[in-house]
């Protein structure tokens, strides 16, 4: 029944990525709730949904011609900030991350909060944003790493920051900004999940389970939660978000 569990909530975070984000909101508390450690949770969670992030990154590639400059800048500090990322939560322990994780939900949840009502403002005035320059760049680049840590360590609401760091560089289409910031996930998760395997942190039978799921359900629940509508399942997310949060905060006292 435990696996079967984790298929759905792997399904359903697939489905829910391909129109609003936030699936790992789903994949990794239900981890949780199958008894697996934080870190290993977190760890597995990530490596089952690359293989999501890739097929999104993928769907967006003719959006990214002409776009080699703004890769580069995006890809380097992105390979290193998840590596990083995912050396420090291996570092920190269980005992501290499983302090930190009610937080880190809630602040996940924030920022998918917040992504909606960004995402209109950039496209209210992306036909107005301008390039700045080698300055500007050189501080995307920094921004991005820090973003990118933050990714391999936890990694749930990264997207909404790297749009607000497109927006700084003066990307004028959102499609092709789209493009990059699942390109930078694909580098981020990608690498972070290597660091993962590297350090034994993956729970392989489970990670491989959810991958199908996650895989599944961006193909076939898709079109069920474009029916639902973005609305609804951005309040679905939202809602177990922060029960899920205030849950694991009491279970911590």
């Keep these: 029944m435990g696996l079967l569990v984790l298929f759905l909530a792997a399904f359903l975070a697939g489905a829910i990525n391909s129109v609003a984000g936030g699936g790992t909101l789903l994949t990794f508390p239900s981890l949780l709730a199958f008894g697996v450690s934080p870190i290993a949770a977190n760890a597995t969670s990530t490596v089952a949904l690359v293989p999501g992030s890739l097929s999104a990154g993928w769907a967006y590639r003719g959006d ?4 080699g400059k703004t890769l580069l800048t995006f890809a380097l ?3 290193v900030g998840g590596a990083l990322g995912a050396f420090a939560v291996d570092r920190v322990g269980d005992a501290t991350f499983a302090r930190l994780v009610p937080w880190l939900i809630f602040g996940a949840t924030a920022l998918f909060v917040v992504q909606a009502p960004v995402r209109a403002w950039l496209l209210s005035r992306i036909d107005r944003q301008r ?3 080698r300055g500007a760049t050189i501080g995307v680049a ?16 990264m997207g909404i920051l790297m749009l607000a760091a497109l927006a700084m560089l003066g990307l004028e289409s959102i499609h092709r900004m789209n493009g990059v910031k699942n390109l930078a996930a694909v580098c981020i998760n990608g690498v972070a ?5 590297a350090l ?8 491989l389970l959810m991958a199908v799921g996650a895989v599944l359900g961006g193909a076939l629940g898709a079109g069920f ?8 399942v951005r309040a679905l997310v939202v809602a177990i978000g922060v029960s899920i949060g205030l849950a694991m905060l009491v279970r911590g006292r």
């Design 193 to 197: 999940s290597v660091t993962f395997i």
């Design 225 to 232: 939660a474009k029916k639902l509508g973005e609305r609804r």
């Design 142 to 157: 920094l921004f991005q790493l820090v973003v990118a840590t933050y990714g391999g360590f936890f990694g749930a609401g």
């Design 131 to 133: 390039p700045s320059g």
């Design 200 to 207: 034994g942190r993956v729970r392989w039978p489970l990670a």
């Design 77 to 79: 500090p992105s390979l």
């Design 64 to 67: 990214l011609r002409g776009s």
